[in-house]
C-alpha cells in the first residue's frame, strides 16, 4: 500500500535549521509531484513547497529564501531544508503526494491524494 513517513522534526530557537525528510512506498515516486503542507494549532493546512516530477519547484512567499525542497528519486524520498527558523514556523509538517497535472495544482491541497501521519516542529523563542 502507499505510505508516505515523515521524519525530522523537533524542538530548536528561533533561527536554527531542521531538515525534514519523507519516505515514501507503494507508487511511482519518480513520475510524482510532491509537496509540503503545515497546519498551525488552530489553522488549516496550508501550502508550503512543492516540488514536480521534472524538479519545478514552487515555493510559498512565506517559504521564500528561507526554505528548500529537495527530491531523490533513487531513494523515493523528499526533503525540506528549513533555515532560519521562526516561531510563526510551529506546526506539523506533511508531505503529499499528486500525479502530475498542472503548476498551480501543486499548490492546491485538494489535488494531493496521498499523506503522511506528519512531523511536528516547534520553535521557540
Known amino acids: 500500500q502507499v505510505q508516505l513517513v515523515e521524519s525530522g522534526g523537533g524542538l530548536v530557537q528561533a533561527g536554527d535549521s531542521l531538515r525534514l525528510s519523507c519516505t515514501t512506498s507503494?507508487?511511482?515516486?519518480?513520475?510524482?509531484?510532491m509537496g509540503w503542507f503545515r497546519q498551525a494549532p488552530g489553522k488549516e493546512r496550508e501550502f508550503v513547497v512543492a516540488?514536480?516530477?521534472?524538479?519545478?519547484?514552487y515555493y510559498a512567499e512565506s517559504a521564500k529564501g528561507r526554505f528548500t525542497i529537495s527530491r531523490d528519486n533513487a531513494k523515493n524520498s523528499v526533503y525540506l531544508q528549513m533555515n532560519s527558523l521562526k516561531p510563526a514556523d510551529t506546526a506539523v509538517y506533511y508531505c503529499?503526494?499528486?500525479?502530475?497535472?498542472?503548476?498551480?495544482?501543486?499548490?492546491?491541497?485538494?489535488?494531493?491524494?496521498?499523506w503522511g501521519q506528519g512531523t511536528q516542529v516547534t520553535v521557540s523563542s
Open positions: 503529499a503526494s499528486k500525479r502530475s497535472t498542472t503548476f498551480e495544482a501543486m499548490r492546491t491541497l485538494r489535488e494531493y491524494d496521498y
Open positions: 507503494g507508487y511511482t515516486f519518480s513520475r510524482s509531484d
Open positions: 516540488i514536480s516530477w521534472r524538479g519545478a519547484t
